[in-house]
Every structure is written in C-alpha cells, then in structure tokens.
C-alpha cells in the first residue's frame, strides 16, 4: 500500500531525494521517491576518506531505486565536528593587526570554573599556535576611517614567513574589520599573489561582528576547517554529480538548519560544522509538526552524547553564541545543547562515593560489557540490560547481548558502595534522565519556553528508552518517537530548506534610526547573497530581514524578524515595538517607554523553500490486533519492584493502537520505554506517542 | 547522619510489594540517598547555571555584563550553602533579624552593609538580593544572587576609593531590608538606590536582572520540592553538605603531612592615604594539619589600615574561600559548600585587616584576600616541598573615566587585569587569568564607545618568571586617550614579585607607566585614585607574571627557544635564566653545567630582587624563616 503525496510540480518521471548522513561509525541513507516510496540503508563510515562512505551509500541504493531519477543528494556529516573535537589542525597562519598578536592567547582572559581552578586549569592550545600569528602595519578606527594605510611590505613579509612555514590555509583578523573590509581584501590579494593555493579567511567576511577574540578565534576555526571541510565539500559535490548526473542538485547541511550548494558549503566551513545534529533537529522538529506538535525538544541520545533542541512550529531556534569544546562558534548555529553522556558512558564512582555517569564512555570499541567486545566497565547500555528495559539480543535478535556479564560488572562496581547491582543500575538511569531534563530546561526556559507546553521527540539508539522518564521528570505531556528513531538526520535532511545568511554590524541608536537607510542596507545584503542564490534555481527563494537589538548598554543582543510592509517610521516603531514584546517573552520583563533600544546589526537570510516531503508511513506489515510478542521481566521502580511487561513489535502496530504501560515497542534500532501508568499509541503517520499521566500543564 | 533520615524516607515501603529477590537490595539506605544526591545536586548546580545566564544576559553595567562580576548562591533552611560556590555571601541577616513567620513567598531581601552581612559582604558596591523558597508555609531553601553594581555613589565614579577612610565614605550604605515584600517592590528603596548611583540606568537594569535570576532560582527550588518532596530535599541538601566534608577528610587532608607550618606576605600600601605610615600591611597564617582537622590561624596578621584595604569576612567565608587551593588535590570537580566547615577552622583577630572594625573602609578588600591565597598556598609549599601549584597574583584593574567629548557624557570604564599565574609541578603557568570569572574588556568594545585607542593589547615579555614550569604572563596594553581621563591604577605585585617557588624565579611585577620614553615619563604608584592623563597621552599597562617553578636549567631547551621565537622570553633571559643557547645543544649544556656550578643552591621560595631590596632597606621584615631548600 502506497499513500499519495503533494507530488513536486513539473517531475515527470519518478523523482528520488536522497539524504546522507555519515556519522563516525556508520553512513546511513534514506531515499524517497514523488511517487511515495521509501528506501533505507546503512553503510560503514569510511574516515580514512570520508566521501566514499556516502558514495557507497549511493552505489548501494541506487539498484533498489529501480525507475526515476535521482532529483537530489542531501549530505550532513560530522567532519569538521570530528576535526575540531580531536584538534586535528592542518598548518595554519593567522594574520592581524600590529599591536594585537596575542589575542588569541589571552583570549577573554578567564578560567573555567569556579574559585580555584585558576591554580590546575591549563590553558588548552590555541586553534593558530603563537609562532604563526604574524603582525601586520595598519590600523582603522572604530568608525571606519583609516588611521594608519596599510603597509604592504608587512604582508609580504608575513607571507614569506607562513610560505615557509609551510602553512596551507590562512586566516586574517584586522582591527574594526566588520566596518572596513578593504584592509582584509587586500591582503587576501596579496597573499594569493605568494601563493594562489592557499585559502583565505577574512573575518570581514566569516563573522563582520565586533569583539575582536571572538572574530579572530571563528576566523581561525574556518581556516583550519577550510582544506579539509571545504575540499571535502568540493569532492562531495564532483563526485556524486559524477555518480548521479549533473542535472541533480546536490545540497550540504549548515549548523543552521538549512542546506546549501556544496560550493556555498565549502566558502564557509565553519558553518557546517553542526552539519549533522542539526539535520536530526530540522527533520524531528518536521515530523512533530506534521504529527499536529508544532512545539517540540528534540532529544537526540547516542553512544557517546546527547543533544537536545527546542523547536517552534517546525522551526529550530538558531544561537550566534554556540561553541564546540572550548572553542566558540559565533556563525548562525541551532541552539543546541550536548551532554557527555549516552548508551555507552561509563558508570563509575567518584570522591565521596559519588556516582557518575560519563563522560568517559566505552564507545562502539570496546562497547558496553554486554557486548562481549571486551568492555570490562559498566556502561548505561548494560544498566538498562540488567533492568529488562532493552531485549536480551540487539538489531532484530541478530546480535545477543550477554546479561550476565552486564550483571557482573554491575556487582562489582556496586560492591564498592555497598549496595546490589541493581540499584546501582537503577540510580545509574535516573542520574541520566535527571541530567538530560537540565539539559531541556537550558534549551527551553532560558529562551522563555515552558516544556510543559511541549512534545519531547526522542531519536537516536538512547533517546526512546528515556524520553518517557524524561517526560515525567519535566512535566512534559507527550514524548513522540518516529518510524525511523535511527535515521532522524537523513529525514532532516531530505526535508530542508536551503538557507544562506548574510551579516553587518550596525551600532545605531532608537533615536538615530532612519528607516531609508535600513531599507538600503538590507537591499545592499540582498545584493550580496543574488549572485550565491543562482544555483537554486529549483526552489522558490524568499528573503527573511532581521535586526539585533539590545537596549542601550546591555550585553545580549536580541534578534527581532523584520516586521512586515514598506520600511516607513511606522515600520520603525513596530520594530522597536516588537524588541520589547520578544524581551518581556524571554525575560519577563521589558524597558518599554523608559529605556533606549539600540541596533547591532541586520541580517538577511535567503530561505529556499523544497517541495520534498517524507511519505506516510506504510503500515503494510501491521496488524489489526497486535498480540504480545514476548514478556520481559523489567524494573521501573523500585516501589514495584520487578514485573512481567509485555513486548510489541512495532511493525505489528496498526494505526490508533492504544494500549497502557508497563510495556516494551521492540524495533530494528531501538526499544521504546513505556512505564507504568502511561499511554502509548500509534498515531496515522505511524509515530509512537507516549502520554504522561502527570503531566501539569 | 544526615543521609540515613534522607533514605529512610524514600519511597517508604520500597520493597514491600516486591516479589523478585534479585530485587532486594533496591532499599539499601546508601544506595537510593546517593541517586537522590546526585539529583537534588544536578538541579542545584544546573539552576546555578541558569540563574546566572539569566543575570548576564539581562544586566546592564560592564561590570556584570562582560565582567561576570555575579555569583547566585543557593542555602538551606539553616543558611548553609549547599551549591558549589565558594565565594558567597550568606543569609544569617535575614535569620538574625527577622523571625521566620515574617519571611514570606515573593519576598526580596537586600543589603550591601559589610558589618551588617555576618561577613558575607565585603565593600558596598555588592548588592545581595535573597528570596526564601517557601513550600507549604515551610522555608526550604534560600536562593541568593550578588552582584557587583557599576557605582552605588561614594567619592568617586564606580565608588571604589582607594583612599576613602571610613565606610561613610564609600557610598550608599544598605542595611537588610526587605525590598520587596510578598512580591511587590518598595518603592522608597528603589528610589534610594536611583538617587544613589551615578548610572541609574544601569542600577535599575542590574538590580532587574538579579532579582530575576533569583526567581528563576526559586522556581527551580520549588520544581525540586515537588519532584522529590520537601523532606527529602531537605535531607539531600544536608548530605550534600555531609559529602563535601567527606571528600575533605577522604581524598585531600591525607595527602597532607600532619604538622604545623607558617607562611606570611604582603599587600603593598605604598602612598595610599596620608597619614598612613605603613607601606606593606603584612598577612600571616599558621596552619596546624591533623589527621582530621586543618586550622589557619592569621594571627599575626597586621591591625586594620586608613584606607580601605580591609576585609569584613568571618571565619566561615574565610574557610570557604581558602578551601578552593586544594582543588588541585582531587582530580574531579570538587563541590565546595559548608560541608568544610566540619574538617577547617579559620581565626581571624580581631581588629586586624582580615576583620577590621567597624566603621574601616573596606572597597579594596580583595586585596589582602588574594594575599590569605598567597600565604596557604605557601604553607602548603612548605608541608609538600614545592609540590603545589603557587598563587596567581592577578586581580589587577585600572578604572578610567572622563568626559566623553563627542556627548558630553560621563563615562566610566573598569578594566579587570588577570595577571599570569604560576608554574605548577606538571605544567607552566596560564598567561593573564583573573580570579573572578571577569572577562576582559574587547579592545573594539573600548573604542567604539570610550574616548581613547588601544595601541597595542598583548602578553608582557619576559613576566612570567623562569622555571622547569614557566609562570603566565601578565598582560602588555598601551592605551592612547583622545581626552582628559581620570586614571585609577589599582594593583599589587607592583613593589614586589610574585613568588616563585621549587627553584623557579620570581614573576616581573606590575607596572603603569603614563607616556613611557618619552618626554612627560611618568611612573604611576601602583594604587593611586588620581592619576590624571590629558589628551594624547599613551599609558603603559602591564599586570603581574606568575612565579616560575621548579629549576629553570632543567626546562626542555626546546621550549625555551620556542618561546623566544614566538617572543615571549628574551634572548637575555633564555641565556642568563634558562641557560639556552638557540640551536646550540652543546653549548646549552656548556652553559648549563656553568650556571649550575657558580649560583647559590635553589631555593624554596624566591620572593625577587625588588622584595630583598626592601627587605634590605629594613622596609618589610620577615617573621618566619623563608631561606628554606627547594624540595627537589
């Protein structure tokens, strides 16, 4: 059976979009088809040479495609995340004004931490080491005027040194860039004139924004990114043309959840360096609003780490103040927040008989102990083993699992606090869904949201079996788990728009604002990003205006979307009207008619709306009465001790089942976790939904 | 114990209807508390974080805003801080002053009076705004936030004066106040505190966003409550406290030889105030180690000075506050709340600048407190020959202000300074950390709204003092004023050198120089209230190196001339102190070999040749032998 779809205009044959979404151990691949088909597949990762992973994944799926055509290729990936988490840095050079070589060093000047650390705290390495930071004579002031011409025989002379160096990407940060570009720009001439391979960064164009550390240290992370990111992208966009054909649009996933041409991808590495969190994000926050929950968390639990988002009516929220590790991430980013901890983290005991769960993990190698891999520690994993939460054989009874190795490694490690294998399993799960829910209200209450007022989306391996706790423990009403809890990111991305941003500073004050001159300066950046939007001739593009704001003084910007209608004084008090109003939502509280609104900058973002869609779910294999597959003896809580909870199979479940917990749904990737007391059904779109009981809102 | 009523209560009857025995540990008493703990712990630190997103998020001063100059604190019934924050205030005011039937929901208390704080407030510009979290007409927990406004009045912009002399002279005095009452705000206190500060605008904004984070902190304490029940968070909190004792007496104080140690420094006072005779205000602590106790006696330590130099702590501050140099003792994050309170006793004497009478000014306070960090630190030196990371010398500032010549405005900029830190047993030192979580002031910030150019914002070379571990660096900043502009030097280690230690060489102290080489050569004292620099003037800025440790002869040449291509260390320096010479392997070991022969055996603490020349001057006189062997 084959439901209909809103069939893309103009396709005449049958239309294939394909999502890629290479994670470090496996390359997974969804394709859908106009006609309402879906095809999925999982391939190794390849991290010697990352682009013949999805290559594989294209080779592999193309027989099963049978007729059509291959209308698109969506790819996110973890490669510049994976390259910035391990430090792994090509030779680099860093260019910036005389007088300011150390920036990167000092940095803000702060320690992480509370009192104290100041004495153990070392200072991690720079993303540019000292020894390539070269100092070059020029200076323009905080208006833009040039206080001291550029001093061309200072590049030169820097750019001798980092030839022989032997540096490959260069990054330049000069002093108020974001005002005056000219400096950067010549520089960049001059240093391709020495060496025409080498790829230039300027932090004029990579993040036009005051606050010199936090420009100088983006910059650099695109320049480190750029030869391998950026030539990833390259030889992603060649090849897989040259697999499926040049007519077919190839798109990269951005951090900030939107895709765009590999060559757009490649001119700003750093903004796709959440390429693949941010996919799982789009496409759960989608789902949920196809499934009728326009707000909804996404919780995205792993192996190793758990990412958590909040999403409005499909849209994720972005941040401009993200990092990675210690290293800050100031390009449009979804807001996102990543705790150490998954399947695989480690349970152990800390100072003081402190239980800990991650962020040491045992990884895919050598895995949790119930893998028989040669894990001899305690995971997360084995605790939901050791309590009949997971089946006793893993990936659809292929892979058994060895409890009672998990049991004894549990003894052991509890021994040492003098209690049972069991509660240690227990508390081990509930410390993780009690650090999991911080991670919610981080995301959710310091943006002003309520989660109780939200649909929590539990993907990745982890994700269903806790999200109910969750739930509970945030007073959150339902959690949604989707078809395909394993390949969250190849929907989002197969789902996305195409999404292109554009930056400038502009300081100005309530009192100063001149409605021609924002209508003028929004048109300049629309000019800017016309020539980059000539490749998506496919999508229907459409211009998004924003404003930064902050009242006078304060350190936090707020971005407020441009309100609509020709830009008049009317539209001006409408903008400052609407910073208010976005400032009381989030803080409770707003200056309004006592204090001045100021501006900080304008962006555009060019949004290229795709028709794609993920067909409905096929329940060709449900069946109308759906009977217990199995009974699993299970701990939820300790008042109840343990107890016989049936086990479905999800793919017996038809639409409208209903059914109350205890309960286990058993699927290829993953269990779903219903506990006692709660609701579970199957929706028309086939997602599970999990009601809490409890829930206050 | 505590934690035994914490599981007794849990979930009563836990196993009663439990068939499965594999299931019958699932009570143990330890077991369920230590999850509970983790919890109640996670929501804690996790509403701290919050609370202060919240606060810098919506403040408005400089201060608050890109200095992080806040800290939120969350207590128990009893005012027992149970979060991980060290440096705090607390909330006895509030149990001494009002009975617990009048403290009620939505309630707002507010002071900043150091002598009316129990000694959790050490000078005025440190408004402390406590609600209490009340569940069932029962007070369970008191959430805190203090913040450090940009000026609350006194003689000078920012209100902090060096030379003021007594509190009334320092700005608005606030003794405990309700400031709002069942959530509605009194009007008069608010119209004080405008009428009281040179920035109202920026007062309102930051009393704001204090006030909010501390309701969203008190939202997240009643969340807590209902979550797990009043009694039992109760009972978590006090094994929170009960824990922090416990990885006192487990995991640190055994790496302590038992024994009694004394160590003594000094916070410089050079020309502060006229009429003040003494120039380096000696602070001196003794500390008797024993299997379960550690006591800090600053007996010793010099009476109470003029100027405002003096800390009105108490003795539980104190051990808080000093119980953060043993961080470096235990690998993972360590919570420091009141449980050290059972394992550190601290005596303060009376009268003395670690807890001066009332009416002694108090704004600079930080100062001798940075010096109580100095003189543990070398206890513990002497207790683990060397074996210890050494201070970081390094809450130095400068305030500028002025009239803005484009406006006509006041303005006022504070400047926090980190300074290098020193060299540890495993690792160098960090270049230019500040103590507090304060960031520095970006350089395109200054000059986009202040009236003067930074030419030049680096690292000092040559500060951080030579050693197998070199000390940080401190910070080299060159400013250029384009107005008249009032300058307020603020710094120690401007006499004498910070301290290296194990046989590592003493930092480069500070220095402020006003229009260096050239004609109107001015040195700056290192604590001064009016320097005064005219249009075009250049001010030269550098703030303290940390010590090195350990021999420096025995640092990796590699490094050495890797720091002097990159500038850091002179050539000078990597001859005469390291004993490298660049890409010559054999004549390194030639000189080496020279320098080992020829010096005095290495030392445990070298305190610098700035500190023996005063010392030699009969200026500062040492009360407990120093000329100690480095330990090797």
Not at chain 1, 262 to 291: D, I, K
Not at chain 1, 362 to 390: F, H, Q, S, W
Request: with cysteine; proline share 6%.
């Amino acid at each position: 059976m084959t439901c209909p779809l809103a069939v893309e205009a103009a396709v005449r044959s049958t239309a294939w979009h394909l999502g890629i979404d290479a994670g470090g151990t496996f390359t997974d691949v969804m394709a859908v088809s106009s006609d309402g088909r879906i095809q999925v597949l999982k391939v190794p990762s390849t991290p010697a040479r990352p682009v013949l992973g999805p290559l594989n994944g294209i080779e592999h799926m193309k027989p099963t495609l049978e007729v059509g055509t291959i209308a698109s290729v969506s790819h996110g990936t973890t490669v510049g995340l994976n390259a910035l988490l391990q430090r792994k840095f090509p030779p680099v050079g860093l260019i910036v004004t005389r007088g300011f070589k150390h920036v990167l060093e000092i940095a803000r000047h702060t320690v992480p931490g509370e009192w104290g650390t100041i004495y153990s705290w070392v200072k991690p390495p720079r993303v540019v080491p000292l020894s390539q930071v070269h100092e070059i004579d020029e200076r323009v002031s905080q208006d833009g005027n040039v206080v001291t011409p550029l001093d061309e025989a200072s590049v030169h002379h820097a750019a001798d040194a980092l030839a022989a160096a032997g540096a490959r990407t260069v990054a330049v940060c000069l002093l108020h860039a974001y005002r005056f570009a000219a400096h950067e720009q010549r520089v960049r001439e001059i240093l391709l004139e020495h060496r025409p391979d080498w790829l230039i960064s300027l932090s004029s164009e990579v993040m036009p924004e005051f606050r010199e550390y936090e420009r100088m240290v983006t910059t650099a992370t695109n320049a480190v990114l750029a030869p391998l990111v950026g030539q990833y992208f390259a030889e992603f966009g060649a090849e897989v043309s040259s697999v499926v054909g040049p007519d077919t649009s190839v798109y990269i996933m951005r951090s900030a959840g939107g895709v765009a041409s590999p060559e757009e991808a490649a001119a700003h590495p750093l903004r796709t360096a959440l390429s693949g969190p941010a996919a799982g994000v789009v496409g759960m926050g989608r789902l949920a609003r196809e499934a009728g929950f326009g707000h909804a968390i996404t919780f995205d639990m792993g192996g190793t780490s758990t990412d958590v988002s909040a999403v409005e009516d499909g849209e994720p929220h972005l941040t401009t103040d993200a990092s990675i590790d210690c290293y800050p991430l100031r390009t449009p980013t979804i807001d996102l927040v990543t705790i150490g901890a998954g399947g695989g983290s480690l349970i152990a005991i800390g100072t003081a008989r402190r239980i800990m769960v991650g962020p040491d993990s045992a990884g895919a190698d050598p895995g949790p102990v119930c893998y028989g891999k040669g894990g001899m520690e305690p995971t997360l994993t084995d605790a939901n083993l050791v309590l009949g939460r997971i089946p006793q054989a893993l990936v659809g009874g292929e892979f058994a699992l060895d409890a009672a190795a998990a049991r004894a490694a549990l003894e052991t490690r509890a021994a040492q606090l003098a209690m049972d294998g069991h509660t240690l399993a227990y508390s081990a799960v509930e410390i993780v869904c009690n650090n999991m829910a911080g991670a919610v209200r981080q995301v959710s209450i310091k943006r002003g949201l309520d989660p109780r007022q939200y649909t929590l989306v539990a993907f990745g391996g982890a994700g269903p079996m806790h999200a109910a706790r969750m739930a509970e423990l945030l007073g959150m009403p339902r959690v949604l788990v989707p078809v395909h809890p394993g390949l969250g990111s190849c929907a989002g991305l197969i789902l996305s728009d195409v999404r292109i941003d554009q930056s400038s500073t502009f300081l100005r004050l309530e009192s100063d604002f001149d409605a021609g001159q924002f209508a003028s300066l929004f048109t300049r950046l629309e000019e800017a990003l016309a020539p980059n939007l000539e490749c998506y001739s496919d999508v229907v593009t459409q211009f998004q205006r924003s404003v930064d704001m902050r009242y006078l003084g304060m350190g936090t910007e707020l971005n407020v979307p441009a309100p609509a209608g020709p830009m008049t004084a009317g539209w001006l008090e409408q903008l400052v009207a609407d910073y208010h109003a976005l400032h009381e939502k989030i803080f409770n509280f707003s200056y309004r008619g006592s204090q001045a609104v100021q501006s900080i900058a304008l962006r555009v973002t060019a949004v290229g709306r795709r028709s794609t869609r993920i067909p409905e779910y096929d329940f060709a294999h449900a069946v109308s009465r759906p009977t217990v597959a199995a009974r699993r003896s299970a701990l939820f809580n300790p008042e109840r001790g343990f107890e016989l909870a049936p086990v479905y199979r999800r793919v017996d479940l038809p639409a409208g089942w209903s059914e109350r917990g205890p309960l286990f749904v058993d699927q290829y990737d993953t269990t779903t976790v219903v506990l006692p007391g709660h609701g579970v059904g199957v929706d028309e779109h086939g997602n599970l939904i999990i009601h809490n009981p409890g829930a206050t809102a | 114990m505590i934690i035994t009523a914490a599981n007794n209560n849990w979930k009563a009857g836990a196993s009663r209807n439990n068939d499965d025995a594999s299931c019958s540990g699932m009570t143990s008493n330890n077991a369920v508390s230590q999850m509970l703990l983790e919890m109640v712990e996670g929501v804690v630190e996790s509403s701290m974080k919050e609370i202060e997103a919240q606060v810098e998020r919506t403040a408005r001063s400089t201060n608050i805003r890109e200095a992080n100059d806040h800290v939120p604190a969350i207590y128990d019934a009893l005012g027992r801080s149970v979060a991980s924050v060290s440096f705090t205030a607390n909330v006895d005011p509030i149990l001494r002053l009002w009975p617990r039937e009048e403290i009620r929901s939505g309630d707002v208390f507010l002071w900043n009076h150091p002598y009316e704080s129990d000694g959790g407030i050490g000078h005025l510009p440190d408004l402390c705004f406590t609600m209490p979290v009340i569940l069932d007409g029962e007070i369970v927990a008191f959430v805190q936030e203090l913040g450090h406004v940009q000026d609350i009045g006194g003689p000078v912009p920012g209100s902090l004066s060096q030379t003021a002399t007594e509190l009334f002279a320092e700005g608005l005095i606030v003794p405990p106040v309700k400031y709002y009452e069942g959530g509605v705000r009194n009007e008069a206190v608010f119209q004080i505190l405008r009428a009281n500060t040179r920035f109202p605008t920026d007062m309102e904004g930051d009393v704001d966003a204090m006030i909010s984070g501390v309701r969203l902190g008190v939202e997240r304490m009643e969340w807590l409550c209902r979550q797990y029940g009043v009694e039992q968070v109760k009972a978590a909190f006090g094994a929170l406290i009960d824990r922090c004792q416990q990885t006192m007496l487990e995991d640190i104080l055994p790496q302590i030889p038992d024994g009694t140690y004394a160590h003594e420094d000094f916070v410089e006072y050079v020309d502060v105030v006229p009429g003040e005779e003494r120039s380096f205000i000696r602070i001196k602590v003794t500390m008797t180690k024993t299997s379960d106790r550690i006591h800090f006696d600053f007996g010793g330590t010099d009476a109470q000075v003029l100027g405002s130099i003096n800390f009105p702590a108490d003795e539980r501050f104190y051990a808080r506050a000093l119980v953060t140099t043993f961080k470096a003792f235990v690998p993972e994050r360590f919570v420091i709340n009141d449980g050290v309170l059972g394992v550190v006793d601290v005596t303060v004497p009376e009268g003395s600048v670690l807890n001066p009478r009332f009416p002694a000014a108090c704004s600079y306070r930080h100062y001798p407190l940075i010096r109580c960090f100095s003189v543990v630190l070398g206890v513990l030196a002497r207790a683990l020959n060397g074996g210890v990371p050494q201070g970081a010398d390094n809450m130095s500032g400068v305030s500028l202000s002025g009239v803005h010549p484009d406006t006509g405005e006041s303005w006022y900029l504070s400047m926090p300074l980190g300074g290098g830190s020193c060299g540890r047993p495993y690792a160098d030192g960090t270049d230019t950390v500040l103590m507090t979580p304060g960031k520095n002031v970006p350089s395109e910030y200054a000059e986009s709204f202040y009236p003067f150019s930074v030419l030049e914002f680096g690292l000092n070379p040559d500060s951080g003092g030579p050693g197998l571990h070199r000390g940080g660096l401190g910070y080299r900043i060159l400013l250029r004023f384009d107005a008249p502009t009032q300058v307020r030097v603020r710094t120690d280690r401007y006499y004498m050198e910070p301290t290296g230690v194990n046989g590592g060489k003493a930092g480069k102290a500070a220095e402020f120089v006003l229009n260096p080489g050239g004609a109107h050569e001015q040195r700056l004292p290192g604590k001064t209230d009016d320097g005064r620099a005219s249009r075009g003037d250049v001010l030269l800025i550098t703030s303290p190196g940390g010590g090195g440790w350990g021999d420096p002869l025995e640092r990796e040449a590699r490094l050495v001339e890797e720091d002097v291509r990159t500038g850091l260390v002179s050539e000078r320096s990597a001859r005469d102190d390291y004993g490298v010479v660049d890409g010559d392997p054999e004549a390194t070991r030639a000189l080496r070999d020279d320098i080992r022969r020829s010096r005095p055996p290495l030392k445990l603490f070298d305190r610098g040749e700035m500190f023996a020349e005063l010392a030699a001057a009969g200026r500062v006189r040492l009360t407990v032998a120093d000329d100690l062997p480095a330990g090797g």
